[in-house]
């Protein structure tokens, strides 16, 4: 998942991030380092405070 080069591009921090997804920072730390199996939901809220399909979010 491309999901640390999106919130980059968006000039926007892991807590920024967090906060717009309702998820704790230290997962969305966790996640960007693969660390974490992701359930769907979690993608989900990712993706609409990413601001980007689903999809987007596998694509290489």
């Known amino acids: 998942m491309k999901i640390k080069y999106l919130r980059n591009e968006l000039f926007i ?14 997962y969305i730390s966790s996640v960007e380092l693969g660390k974490r199996n992701i359930s769907i939901r979690n993608i989900e809220k990712l993706a609409k405070a990413l601001e980007v399909n689903i999809i987007e979010l596998f694509k290489d």
């Open 13 to 26: 921090s892991q807590e920024e991030l967090a906060h717009r997804s309702e998820l704790h920072r230290t």
